[in-house]
């Protein structure tokens, strides 16, 4: 158990679906934050969220949209995605948006768009 | 250009053995931290170690211990004592200016590592 919960663990979808990625921490951290990681390509941040307020969105298509309802739970909105969206897809949170710690990462959730 | 290399794409290392995997970085700022993590096959993406640009000693993690050469850029890990559970992908990642300052990790493209009985 890392502490840092994501769901689903594996998800097929078609490219016109609707579908959410869930991730939950239960670790009092304030920060939390979406990764992607495409296959020989380093790990690209996509957005950051600190107290419930988006701090960064890394230039990410529309069809990706983030959600923080609350320190706890962060979601990633999934439609109209691309074949080259898919990859592994990592959640992480941090105490503070700042500190020199690193993250704590979920398990991720493997996207395919077929 | 890169701000972090691993030029190492895979290493395999006989169980029990240590094993050093590279890393090498890029950055003018003066302040910065360095991580490394292991990301096994089941994805999740585990933190090692850390180490500081100020950081006198090199850290070290229980059979994890950091090789830090500051003039020359690099931030090796070295595994002692090498284990089949070691066999993973292992990440090397920066994050640039003091604590306050920035709170982003750029990685690298990893080292698969695998560990022979």
């Known amino acids: 158990e890392t502490g840092v919960t994501q769901t689903p663990r594996h998800l097929v979808m078609g490219m016109t679906n609707k579908k959410s990625l869930k991730c939950e921490q239960h670790?009092?951290?304030?920060?939390m934050y979406w990764y992607k990681q495409s296959a020989k390509k380093p790990l690209e941040l996509m957005f950051v969220?600190?107290?419930?307020?988006?701090?960064e969105n890394n230039s990410v298509p529309s069809r990706f949209s983030p959600e923080c309802p609350n320190s706890s739970h962060l979601f990633l909105h999934l439609h109209t995605l691309q074949p080259e969206d898919s990859a592994l897809y990592l959640c992480?949170?941090?105490?503070?948006?700042?500190?020199?710690?690193?993250?704590?990462f979920g398990s991720g959730t493997r996207l395919t768009v077929v | 250009a890169q701000k972090i290399t691993q030029t190492q794409p895979g290493m395999f290392v006989q169980e029990k053995e240590a094993v050093t995997l590279d890393c090498t970085y890029d950055?003018?700022?003066?302040?910065?931290?360095l991580f490394w993590y292991k990301q096994p096959s089941s994805g999740e993406m585990i933190f090692l170690i850390y180490?500081?640009?100020?950081?006198?000693q090199n850290a070290t993690e229980g059979r994890y211990s950091l090789n830090f050469q500051k003039a020359r850029k690099s931030a090796n890990l070295v595994i002692s004592a090498s284990q089949l559970g070691d066999s993973a992908m292992y990440f090397c990642?920066?994050?640039?200016?003091?604590?306050?300052?920035?709170?982003?990790?750029?990685f690298g493209k990893g080292t698969l590592l695998t560990v022979n009985p």
């Open positions: 992480a949170s941090s105490q503070d948006l700042y500190r020199s710690e690193g993250y704590t």
């Open positions: 670790l009092g951290h304030n920060a």
């Open positions: 969220y600190s107290l419930e307020e988006r701090v």
């Open positions: 950055t003018s700022d003066p302040s910065y931290g």
């Open positions: 180490q500081g640009s100020y950081d006198q």
């Open positions: 990642a920066m994050r640039e200016g003091p604590g306050g300052s920035n709170y982003k990790l750029t």
